[in-house]
Structures are given as structure tokens and as C-alpha cells.
């Protein structure tokens, strides 16, 4: 162990923040009193105890670099029931038992080694990558100021700026004009938006102001809050909440139903055309239908802005016609593709989604935030009133608290993450990742198309795609199989591809991810593919040559 660091030298003896040095000699002997507790509450004044805070902010900082610098390590080379053994114990110790600087270096020595590293240029599979190493000094800074951006009484100025945020990235997708901007970005009657956890909470909140929204004051019924959903149905003459969305739907859609009491059946999947977008005949063809029926509403029809799976994203115009036309609020769940917008190059792929009346953005996928932040953004600044709660002891009524139009009760101050993030980056720096990342799937995809054992499957639109290995063999039979013996054929393809993923993820260098796709809108059944998302800037042509030659060989050795 270094000496380096992990010696804190507080004034007064052994404690909590004792040094490593001491420790060693009086092994538990660690107490917790009040002399301690005022030693990790205290902030340090004096030159020796700044510096050994100071360290092991740097232990944080740099421990981390070889772990950063190795390769991906998702393997089994342990395997979790294995890890899990050594995790069983659940007894809380009376005393404590290591001091901070132990602590931080278990988890750089023992813990970090176990985890996934996501920052690996190697690490194509999810949309999870390396942040920008700023993020780990933003993260910091919001946990030293702690604010509670539930109400002003806990956050004051960090309320103010969670809402020109929000109106910054409102303009960025609806455009609105600057009077309208002017009017709204610090109005504590309206609001643009609101910050989440997470893209399934950003989505939920859309679904919620849809169905809260469908039904308005009549007789004595007054709101699905006050009345529930029960009343509202009966008092409606509904019999049936529906929600519409493509195959390539994310199923934080049928949460969201599970929590607004729709029912997930009643998430209605509309199939997708070959380029997997939303097939827009149907999708008019199910509206249709469903009128008919009478007593079923249509809560929302979701519009999905980068797929989950594919990246691919829906014909947002022709559906945002379709809505305005049938009078459907029109959710896109950007939640992926948000961001693009920063991109002067590919921002017109989103094109229409500035007619939403809701888009969920997630903070922590291509905003390269760190992990824990979605959006969900209104175009009419009063949508949000339809979920707004109250609570005497929080937000009063006519408070202007950020508390009471959102889903979550107490957040941290995630808005001046990504505040000083747009600051740091521009919109130009933010594009250059994007940019990079649709352009090097773009070459990824040539590379693909160029080997004879690989068949490209979706082809990127941004910068996800998905191929598999098609062996010759195979690929031949393919070109004349029917029916029976074509799902045969990929059936054993499907086990192929699964193995292949498999083996390259145990070896730990490099990491895809694979899901299941149709290959053609009409067939029964659905095949493997690997996925790929390529968000790191570091993730270089080289790198992907790697690991398709790594899965060849892999294939090979089979
Ligand atoms: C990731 C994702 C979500 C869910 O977001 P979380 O942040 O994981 O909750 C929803 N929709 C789409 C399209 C996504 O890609």
C-alpha cells in the first residue's frame, strides 16, 4: 500500500479519519464519539488537514486511471455467484471499521476491479460510455453544496437556474419564439419542463400530464388526481386508456402504463416498416379502429427519436400531422436522440419534433452526464399543472416551488451539471461527439458490409446499428431457403452469434451487446443480432477492426 496517500492527519488521535499508519497498530480501535463526529463534520481550517483532504480527492481522481486504462472486463472470470459470496454479510458493525482513505482504496483495489469499465473505447454494447473527466469535478460540487432543488427554501438561486436550463434545451427543440422565451424561462407560473432520474421517469411524467390531461372537469368530477381513475372512466363513458407506440418501443412505456393504471396490454404496438420505423398506415388504420370502438381514448401516440435497439428514428413529421389532426397529444421520446439537436449536421434527422407536445431527454446518455439524470420537456408551458401536488409542509399552494410539477420530491442539482457542462463544451463540442460517433458507426457499418462473414442487419441512422456473423456456408443456403428451413438456418445462426458474444465478453477485451430483431416486418420469428452504440470519441475505425476481427476468430475456433 502507498504512503503516499490515505493519511489523514487531523489534529487529535484516533477516530473515523484516523491514518492508515496509526490504524495498522491499533486494528480496532476505531470509535465512533463525539470528537470524531466532529472531525467528518468539521471542514478543515488548517494548512495539514486541507492538504490530506486534498489527497484523497486525488486518490479519487487518479486511483481510478489504471482501472480506466484496462480493458472492458465484463467477464465471469469470477462469476457472480462467486462475487456474491463474499457480500453476505448484513450486520451493520457498532464500530467503525475503516477510515476514509481505507475505504476509497478498497473500492480502487478490490471493488473497481470487480466493475464494468464502461470507459473502454472497447465497450460498444450500451449507452453507457466515458464522461468527460470534468463530470467527476461537477458531481463533486453538487454534493458540496447539497441542495434540495424541491423548493426554493433548499436551493434559491439553483431553482432559478434549473429553470433557464430547461428553457436553453426547451428553445433547443421547440424553437418557440424569444417573446415566448422572455415570458416563460423564469415565470413561477408555468414551467418547460423538468428534470428526473432518468429517461423511464421523464417518459412516465409525459404519460402521466397525456392521461391526467384526457380528462377534464365534469359534473363533480374535477381531476384523475382528486377523483381517480375509476371516476374519471365512469364519468368519461371510457372504458379503455390507450397508449400508441412502434415495436422499437422502450418498456419504460408499459411501466409508465402499469403506474397510471392504464394496463400494459393497453400499450398498442404498431408495427414497423423493413427501416424499422413506425409503419404510419397502420398506425392510422389502429386509430381508425380504435374510434370505433367508442369508449376507448387514445392517451398518447409516442414517437420514438433514436431506438433503444437500432437507433433508428420514426417519421416524426408525418406523425406529429397525424396528431394534430386527430387532436393526440404526441410524445417523442428523444430520450437518445435529444441531443443530436447540438448537431448542425445531422440535426435535421429530428425533424418535427419541435411539433411534440412532450420529448424526454436523457441527461445521462449523450449529454455524457453522469448517471441519474433525464428530462421531460411541455411545448405549452402549462402542461405540468396537470400533475401539480401540493403539501403544507413543502409547497403551499400558489408556491413557486419546482417540487410540485415533478415526479420525484427532493433532487439534487443536476441542472448545474449540465449548465456548466454546455458551458464547458458549446454546442460545437457537444456536436464534434456526436458527429464523431454517427460518422464511425457510418464506417463501422462499410467495414461490416465489406467482410463476407458478416451480414449488416440495421444499418446506422445514428450511431447504433446491429449485424450478425453469417458464416458462407450459411449464406449460400440462405440465399434459397424458405419458410421452415430459413427459420432453421437462423436458428442456428441465433446460437452462433449468441457464443460468439458470449466468448468475447468473457475474454474481457472488448464488449457488444446483443438483442433479438425481425429481420423482415412479416416473419414469425425474430433473430439474434449484436448491437453496437458507439459514443466514446476514443472508439476509433482501428479499434472496431479489432473487434471484428476478434469475433472471426472467435467463430473460427468455434
Ligand atoms: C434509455 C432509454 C429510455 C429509458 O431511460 P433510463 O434513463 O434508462 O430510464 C427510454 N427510452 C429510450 C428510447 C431510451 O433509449
Do not use: C
Given at each position: 500500500m502507498s504512503s503516499s496517500f490515505s493519511f489523514f492527519s487531523l489534529p487529535?488521535?484516533?477516530?473515523?479519519?484516523?491514518?492508515h499508519k496509526n490504524l495498522r497498530k491499533t486494528?480496532?480501535?476505531l470509535i465512533a464519539d463525539r470528537k470524531s463526529l466532529d472531525r467528518v463534520f468539521i471542514r478543515p481550517e488548517d494548512e495539514n488537514s486541507k492538504k490530506t483532504l486534498v489527497k484523497y480527492m486525488e486518490q479519487i481522481l487518479f486511483g481510478l486511471h489504471d482501472f480506466l486504462n484496462r480493458?472492458?472486463?465484463?467477464?465471469?472470470?469470477?462469476s457472480l455467484t462467486e462475487l456474491a459470496k463474499n457480500y453476505m454479510d448484513v450486520e451493520i458493525s457498532d464500530?467503525?471499521?475503516?477510515n476514509l482513505g481505507q475505504v476509497i482504496e478498497d473500492i480502487i483495489k478490490d471493488i473497481a476491479p470487480k466493475?464494468?469499465?464502461?470507459?473502454?473505447?472497447?465497450?460498444?454494447?450500451?449507452?453507457?460510455s466515458a464522461l468527460p473527466f470534468f463530470m467527476v469535478h461537477l458531481k463533486a460540487i453538487t454534493a458540496a453544496l447539497?441542495?434540495?432543488?424541491?423548493k426554493m427554501e433548499t436551493s434559491k438561486v439553483l431553482a432559478v437556474i434549473e429553470r433557464q436550463v430547461l428553457a436553453k434545451i426547451h428553445r433547443l427543440i421547440f424553437k418557440q419564439s424569444h417573446d415566448f422565451y422572455q415570458a416563460h424561462?423564469?415565470?413561477?407560473?408555468?414551467?418547460l419542463g423538468a428534470f428526473t432520474s432518468g429517461g423511464t421517469t421523464a417518459n412516465m411524467t409525459a404519460m402521466w400530464v397525456a392521461r391526467n390531461r384526457l380528462?377534464?372537469?365534469?359534473d363533480d368530477f374535477s381531476s384523475i388526481e382528486e377523483d381517480g381513475l375509476f371516476k374519471a372512466m365512469r364519468v368519461h363513458n371510457t372504458d379503455r386508456v390507450v397508449i400508441l407506440v412502434s415495436r422499437?418501443?422502450?418498456?419504460s412505456l408499459r411501466k409508465a402504463s402499469g403506474i397510471l393504471g392504464?394496463?400494459?396490454?393497453?400499450?398498442i404496438i404498431i408495427d414497423v416498416k423493413p427501416d424499422h420505423t413506425i409503419d404510419t398506415d397502420k398506425l392510422k388504420q389502429i386509430i381508425q379502429d380504435l374510434k370505433q370502438e367508442g369508449r376507448t381514448k387514445i392517451a398518447a401516440i409516442v414517437g420514438i427519436?433514436?431506438?433503444?435497439?437500432?437507433g433508428t428514428i420514426d417519421p416524426l413529421q408525418e406523425m406529429a400531422d397525424i396528431c394534430e389532426q386527430e387532436q393526440i397529444h404526441f410524445h417523442v421520446?428523444?430520450?437518445?436522440?435529444?441531443?443530436?439537436?447540438?448537431s448542425q449536421t445531422y440535426?435535421?434527422?429530428?425533424?418535427?419534433?419541435?411539433?411534440?407536445?412532450s420529448v424526454t431527454i436523457d441527461g445521462h446518455k449523450q449529454f455524457y452526464m453522469p448517471m441519474g439524470t433525464g428530462m421531460v420537456y411541455f411545448k405549452?408551458?402549462?402542461?405540468l399543472d396537470a400533475i401539480a401536488y401540493h403539501a403544507?409542509?413543502?409547497?403551499?399552494?400558489?408556491?413557486?416551488?419546482?417540487?410540485?410539477?415533478?415526479?420525484?420530491?427532493s433532487r439534487e442539482a443536476a441542472c448545474l451539471i449540465l449548465d456548466a457542462s454546455l458551458k464547458i463544451m458549446g454546442a460545437k463540442g457537444y456536436a464534434l461527439m456526436i458527429d464523431h460517433g454517427i460518422e464511425t458507426a457510418k464506417a463501422f457499418a462499410e467495414k461490416i458490409d465489406a467482410r463476407?462473414?458478416?451480414?449488416?442487419v440495421t444499418p446506422p441512422v445514428l450511431n447504433i446499428l446491429t449485424y450478425r456473423l453469417v458464416p458462407m456456408v450459411f449464406r449460400q443456403k440462405l440465399k434459397t431457403a424458405r419458410g421452415q428451413t430459413r427459420k432453421h438456418l437462423n436458428q442456428e445462426l441465433d446460437e452462433i452469434n449468441i457464443r460468439i458474444q458470449r466468448i468475447q465478453r468473457e475474454a474481457g477485451k472488448s464488449f457488444v451487446s446483443r438483442t433479438r430483431l425481425k429481420?423482415?416486418?412479416?416473419?414469425?420469428f425474430m433473430v439474434v443480432v449484436l448491437r453496437s452504440v458507439i459514443?466514446?470519441?476514443?472508439?476509433t475505425e482501428a479499434i472496431l477492426d479489432d473487434i471484428l476481427d476478434e469475433q472471426e476468430q472467435i467463430y473460427h475456433q468455434l
Open positions: 487529535g488521535n484516533s477516530t473515523w479519519t484516523q491514518g486494528t480496532g480501535q480493458n472492458v472486463g465484463v467477464t465471469d472470470e469470477i464500530h467503525p471499521q475503516k466493475a464494468v469499465n464502461v470507459a473502454s473505447p472497447y465497450f460498444i454494447g450500451h449507452m453507457t447539497n441542495q434540495n432543488v424541491i424561462v423564469q415565470n413561477t407560473r408555468t414551467a380528462f377534464p372537469p365534469k422499437r418501443g422502450h418498456y392504464l394496463g400494459n396490454k393497453n400499450i427519436a433514436g431506438a433503444t435497439e437500432t421520446d428523444a430520450a437518445w436522440g435529444g441531443p443530436i439537436l447540438l440535426a435535421h434527422l429530428l425533424s418535427g419534433i419541435e411539433r411534440a407536445d405549452n408551458a402549462l402542461a403544507r409542509y413543502v409547497n403551499r399552494k400558489g408556491s413557486v416551488d419546482l417540487g410540485i410539477k415533478t415526479l420525484e420530491g463476407p462473414e458478416f451480414e449488416l429481420l423482415v416486418p412479416e416473419d414469425d459514443m466514446n470519441p476514443y472508439t
